[in-house]
């Protein structure tokens, strides 16, 4: 799809000002997923309020979705209906971002115990069967760490575009572009401003429409009146990275897979080796086809097939991979 629609748009346009604030076409896979009834609670951790929504029972196993960098729960909303049959399907929102409660400084620590509190408080723990829990791009990292720490307490793992990258690659701690909370005048004019990050291209504006409406919240500060994104700026400034994700990969106590857009840029061949090697080549890797780093809105149908077969496998076979746990 083009970018180009508009020939007035603004050089600093996004893919969706061509919409001029209107809905893009949508599928009717879309539509009725996104039509699915949820509910939107939260839980109190280390002072700060976490959002989560849950689309089905705690009667049936855990599935814990689970976002990435200055995103939000909202990003499954299309994509957890599809499991919501045989599973207890939960997104969270981290702190400092969509409608969770900002922090003055940031750990991974916290961010991990963020996951297993939204675990606790959808009775989780409480299914015979343990919780597994899907997360892409810097979700990722911090369910690596809590792979590694709280491990014995889950099913699996699945990390999503999650690059750890070689030691003659090391990008992991690259310094991260912060930009402030800009007001917006209107709606149309904020999401018209609205790139994926990092950016790529995107076919599906639907998708990235439908999350853009949920990446915005109106305020009157003293910044202005209008509109602005619902994530801390300052996050990058008060974070704390811990342990390397290398390490803690290979401490990983519960069964893991690894997903990867074929087409990410972040997650090329010499990416993949390397972890595979870190997990002893015995883990699935699984690439999904035309997908870059953004597989759930590059890809959401194949992606949606190839986690329902993962996990249908996991239900019916012991992991190759040995995990020593104390």
Excluded at 214 to 221: A, L
Excluded at 273 to 294: G, N, Q, T
């Amino acid at each position: 799809m083009s970018d180009d629609k508009n020939e007035n748009m603004p050089s600093n346009a996004g893919p969706l000002s061509q919409y001029m604030g209107e809905i893009p076409p949508c599928p009717g896979w879309f539509t009725k997923a996104i039509a699915t009834g949820y509910e939107t609670r939260f839980v109190r951790v280390s002072g700060a309020r976490i959002h989560y929504q849950s689309w089905s029972s705690p009667k049936k196993p855990g599935l814990l979705l689970v976002h990435g960098n200055g995103a939000h729960a909202h990003w499954w909303d299309f994509i957890a209906p599809y499991f919501a049959q045989h599973y207890n399907v939960v997104a969270m929102t981290f702190s400092g971002m969509g409608e969770s409660d900002w922090r003055e400084t940031y750990d991974m620590e916290t961010f991990a115990d963020e996951q297993i509190a939204v675990c606790e408080a959808t009775g989780m723990f409480e299914h015979a069967i343990k919780p597994t829990i899907v997360a892409h791009s810097f979700g990722g990292f911090v369910t690596i760490l809590t792979g590694a720490k709280y491990g014995e307490r889950l099913s699996g793992t699945v990390i999503v575009d999650s690059p750890v990258n070689p030691p003659e690659r090391d990008l992991s701690r690259r310094s991260r572009s912060v930009r402030g909370n800009r007001v917006y005048p209107d709606l149309t004019t904020a999401l018209g401003r609205f790139r994926l990050a990092p950016h790529q291209p995107c076919d599906n504006h639907f998708a990235m429409d439908y999350i853009a409406r949920w990446s915005v919240k109106q305020v009157d500060n003293e910044r202005g009146k209008g509109w602005a994104w619902r994530f801390d700026p300052n996050i990058w400034r008060r974070f704390e990275f811990g342990k390397p994700a290398s390490d803690l990969l290979k401490e990983t106590a519960c069964r893991i897979a690894l997903f990867r857009g074929e087409d990410s840029e972040l997650m090329p061949d010499e990416v993949k080796e390397y972890m595979e090697m870190l997990l002893d080549r015995k883990v699935p890797f699984v690439s999904i086809p035309h997908a870059r780093h953004h597989v759930m809105l590059d890809q959401p149908l194949p992606f949606v097939s190839a986690l329902r077969a993962l996990l249908a496998d996991w239900d019916h076979s012991e992991p190759n991979r040995i995990i020593e746990q104390n």
